[in-house]
């Protein structure tokens, strides 16, 4: 038995409430979220209760290796559970469907087939030598011209402002490291990926201040879970009076959980806001090719004329999700900041690829007729299929939901499946659909304050997603809907022509 | 201008001294000994001045991430000028000849011819999608089986005891974390490898205190700098009487810069000497395929029978050295300790490699035919021609220098060059040497505590490297050797039949 030190253990502080309460949910690596949503009530065990959570046997370890061991060991969990049942079509086609990890499963054909042509295996020595750990010169001029013609810059994107690295969990961690102090805090509307919890915390020691949206549609509000200047204004003012130092604002855009995609006029909002309180922007931009509705109209900051606070504003991008690739490890930060760019590739021989694959995806980047003419188009089509199937089925079902037209996955809310308004009732719900052999992602895990909303990944082949709704379905039906129904919300997109109720 | 709040900037306190004592020299990257060894006077600016060494301009930065910036910028100064005056032998055959970085550049046409089959480029889904962080399980399994095999281990290495990441650097930037609270220390044997120091301190805010080796003979010793219990105990006694909380010891097996080879004996020496004081034991493998004279008779840790302390004994290998490979970030860890392997695993999805990287290591560690009738025995000739060359120049010369067939370089005395036994004699040495267009490491960057030590990387082609010796020769004999000779220092190895002077 141990006691966990509050100072050692660099543990977060417990959050100013309400505006920014938060837990540290847990789940397994990126990939994560699929572990994440087999636990969704994983919380960070209170320091003073440390005894019972965190395990005696790890006394090899620092304070601060137990909580990190501690996060792996909630998800490993999940982890091993999943993987003892995973659906396989002829080897255990009553395994268990994964609706709930945010991967795009629909084109492994087409990228397998383009990354197998033979311009892709080039070994030169220059490649097997120690790189620039910003990365090699040649991609990231090539990162340069992708991201200035798909992020529609008013001027070329520089080479100098990219650095490259093993994925954005990689460059958060670094972000929060080299902008924060150690205890300080981003500010982040919620429900948000929650992973990024642990990016931040892990090495960084730096806290996520929660900007919690609502369902409900009130106000100015336009739409659900609506983000407005006000909402962080008082988050932001909460953390002051409570004496947490925020430094920064994380934007994810698409938004995941929720889909949502930012105006011009929005994101201008934003930036405007954290100009005025001298706040970092962290824009996560990860889905920002998998908007396959057209009439979306996405908008990458990278296209604003004249950002409000360029040396404050950086964005990262990756091909974990747009290019359906989270095994390969690449992402990407673009910042005017060239203290930041110097600091984040300082801690890049931490985060460093492989000199084959960076080869490898200059090659990938700069093949615009496969990226234009057959990979986003099958790609949209495909996502767009699939989530107009899964929309059907909610509709049919009688579920509200967001629809938005970008990401992989569905805002569902089932609030009125719940007896009670509760998260302990969110995890059994989660828990019957689990038991039903169909993984979703609860609410919880992305510090969604409403009990009952859920997370529905739709990018996977239709013979894995009808087997996936079928259970869900039966779920749902075994449930007599509850007597008094939650506040009816307004999930219908204004904006949108894809009204879904 | 701005003052960098002592407590904020988590910089090292001042070591104790003088066991300890040791600045944070920086170096770029990994690769970066060619940087270090660029700009050998580097220190972290003292903290009470720190107005005059941190760049004001960097106001966007935490005090830690303008500290993790200064080591890059550091290194860049150095990095800046060694590419823009890169040797080439055709488009710059007056360019700098670099003796300084630790890289094998002897067997590129090996490894590509390898590398480039067809083999090597397998695109399936599971190596696209989220993996397990701590590697795949095929990987994990193939490493088991090459360590058991080239360790010579009593038994079969498991599989689950392997954690595999994007390099060394990586993995003591892990380790330090889940070992130690912040501002604790590892004992190291000096002179060592230097960028050890921002790997355990960069993320993880470890400091190294220093166990002073000499070159100079005495008492039971056999050989110069040569690592006794004794000095372990030494620098351990006053680290605890200053307050240092020492929790662990690296040990570098074969020794960067020495060349050294621990005995079975030695080892177990310090591993009861670790074990008694509860010590974790990091021992640094990666030039253990690098032995390239037989008579060396070197033994992995990990081929002892009944390790003393296995719950607190971490082997480090990757491929960087012995596969000549820097640039394809593989590493990987190899620990008994099941809380261990499973912290470090948690902080891996910020060291994860790419999929298709690990498939290619995978088929490299499995081809034993390659390895062992091809690769080893060529690479091994190559290496030692190039060491026999090196030496027999250095012999010529009249140049004290250990030789004891490991790793890439040779540690040469060079004291006797220096008008005064001073760190800023050495320093203007290896001015002198890079003014005649020929870098090499001298010892300040390895915290050698002797001024006069270079080290001389030998692993190079035959023109480069009798370029850079010439050019090395002209230096020295432009130099009067100064009337009053250091101690002579036996730089023979009794134990070798390999005995130079």
């Not at 102090?181 to 931040?200: K, N």
Request: hydrophobic residues 35%; aromatic residues 10%.
């Amino acid at each position: 038995m141990f006691t966990l030190p509050q100072e050692e253990s660099r543990a977060p502080a417990p959050c100013p409430s309400p505006a920014s309460t938060q837990d540290l949910d847990s789940n397994y690596g990126d990939g994560l979220e699929r572990e994440r949503s087999r636990k969704p009530d994983w919380k960070l065990p209170e320091l003073c209760d440390s005894t019972t959570m965190l395990s005696p046997d790890s006394s090899y370890l620092s304070s601060r290796g137990r909580v990190i061991k501690w996060f792996w060991d909630s998800a490993e969990e999940g982890y091993r559970t999943y993987h003892m049942d995973e659906y396989d079509e002829d080897k255990n086609p009553s395994g268990i469907i994964n609706l709930g990890t945010s991967e795009n499963k629909l084109c492994f054909d087409l990228l397998s087939r383009r990354l197998s042509q033979s311009d892709m295996l080039r070994v030169e020595p220059s490649l097997l030598q120690y790189p620039d750990w910003r990365g090699h010169p040649f991609l990231r001029e090539e990162v340069a011209r992708f991201l200035s013609f798909y992020c529609k810059s008013p001027a070329p994107l520089k080479p100098e402002n990219v650095v490259v690295l093993n994925g954005c969990a990689s460059l958060f961690s670094a972000l929060a490291t080299v902008l924060c102090e150690v205890g300080e805090a981003f500010l982040i509307p919620a429900p948000y990926y929650g992973a990024i919890t642990q990016h931040v915390y892990l090495y960084g020691n730096v806290r996520l201040v929660c900007v919690y949206l609502d369902s409900e549609v009130t106000g100015l509000d336009t739409r659900p879970f609506q983000l407005t200047v006000e909402k962080l204004e008082t988050a932001l003012q909460r953390a002051n009076s409570e004496g947490v130092k925020v430094k920064g604002l994380i934007l994810i855009n698409p938004h995941n959980p929720l889909g949502d995609i930012y105006s011009p006029g929005e994101l201008r909002d934003y930036l405007e806001f954290a100009k005025r309180h001298e706040l970092h922007v962290m824009v996560d931009e990860v889905y920002m090719l998998s908007v396959f509705e057209k009439s979306a109209a996405y908008r990458s900051v990278l296209s604003l004329e004249g950002l409000p606070d360029p040396q404050r504003t950086h964005v990262m991008w990756a091909t974990s999700k747009d290019f359906g690739m989270s095994g390969l490890r690449f992402g990407t930060l673009y910042t005017e900041n060239r203290d930041v760019a110097t600091a984040v590739a300082s801690l890049c021989r931490y985060h460093g690829l492989s000199g084959l694959v960076q080869y490898q995806m200059a090659q990938l980047l700069r093949d615009r007729d496969w990226i234009n003419q057959v990979y986003l188009p099958e790609n949209h089509a495909r996502l767009k299929a699939a989530h107009s199937y899964v929309a059907g089925e909610l509709r049919a079902l009688g579920i509200p939901f967001l629809s938005r037209g970008a990401g992989f996955f569905i805002w569902v809310d089932l609030r009125k499946f719940l007896p009670e308004a509760t998260f302990k009732e969110e995890t059994l719900l989660w828990r019957r659909f689990l038991d039903n052999k169909v993984l979703l992602s609860c609410g919880k895990t992305f510090e969604c304050k409403e009990p009952g909303w859920f997370r529905l990944v739709f990018s996977d082949k239709a013979h894995r997603l009808c087997l996936g709704m079928r259970r869900v379905r039966q779920v749902l039906e075994g449930i007599s809907q509850v007597a008094e129904e939650p506040p009816s919300c307004q999930t219908e997109e204004p904006r949108s022509r894809h009204r879904e109720t």
